[in-house]
C-alpha cells in the first residue's frame, strides 16, 4: 500500500522519517516503514540533506551540477535513512554510499539526481547503471539493514 505523507521541510533526516513514520502509523494502524533519501555536498555543509527534494525540485540537474562545480569540492553522499513503527517502538535504519558529481547529467534524467551521482570506484552515474545501481546503493544497504532485524525479531 502506498500512501503518501507530507514531509516536514527540516535539514535532520532522523527527525523528518520519524514524523513521516508516525504520520504513517497512526493512518494505517499497522507496522509500517517509510525512508527518505538525501544529498550531503560536503562542499554546501552537507545541505541539501533532509531539504533535498525541494532543492531538487527547484534547481533540477542542469543547476544542480553548476552549483556543486562551483565548490571547492565535489564530493557528495547520498545517505537513506529508514523509519519503522510497530506500535512499540520506532526503529531507524541508515545506509549511505559515496561519490561525485559529473561534469554533467548523464543517463536518463527519469529519477531524479541519478543522473548526477557517481558512486566512488564506479565511472557511471546511477542512471546509467540501470539494474546495477540495485546491487550497490545506499537504498539497498539501509533495507538490508531492516531486512536483518526484522527476521531476528521473535
Not at 17 to 27: D, H, I, M, P, Q
Not at 82 to 96: N, T, V
Not at 140 to 153: E, H, M, V
Request: hydrophobic share 40%; glycine share 8%; proline share 6%.
Amino acid at each position: 500500500m502506498s500512501i503518501k505523507i507530507e514531509e516536514l521541510q527540516i535539514e535532520d533526516p532522523k527527525r523528518l522519517v520519524r514524523a513521516k513514520v508516525l504520520k504513517a502509523f497512526e493512518k494505517i494502524g499497522r507496522p509500517v516503514m517509510v525512508e527518505h533519501t538525501g544529498l550531503y555536498v560536503a562542499g554546501l555543509n552537507d545541505l541539501p540533506g533532509g531539504l533535498t527534494q525541494l532543492f531538487w525540485d527547484r534547481l533540477q540537474a542542469p543547476k544542480f551540477v553548476d552549483l556543486v562545480h562551483h565548490l571547492a569540492t565535489r564530493d557528495i553522499i547520498a545517505r537513506t535513512t529508514i523509519g519503522y513503527c510497530d506500535g512499540k517502538a520506532l526503529h531507524f535504519f541508515q545506509g549511505e554510499i559515496s561519490g561525485t558529481v559529473p561534469l554533467g547529467p548523464r543517463g536518463p534524467p527519469d529519477f531524479q539526481w541519478d543522473c548526477v551521482f557517481v558512486p566512488t570506484g564506479e565511472t557511471e552515474t546511477f542512471a546509467e547503471m540501470g539494474d546495477r545501481k540495485s546491487e550497490i546503493s545506499m537504498r539497498r544497504k539501509a533495507l538490508d539493514q531492516l531486512a536483518s532485524f526484522l527476521t531476528r525479531r521473535p
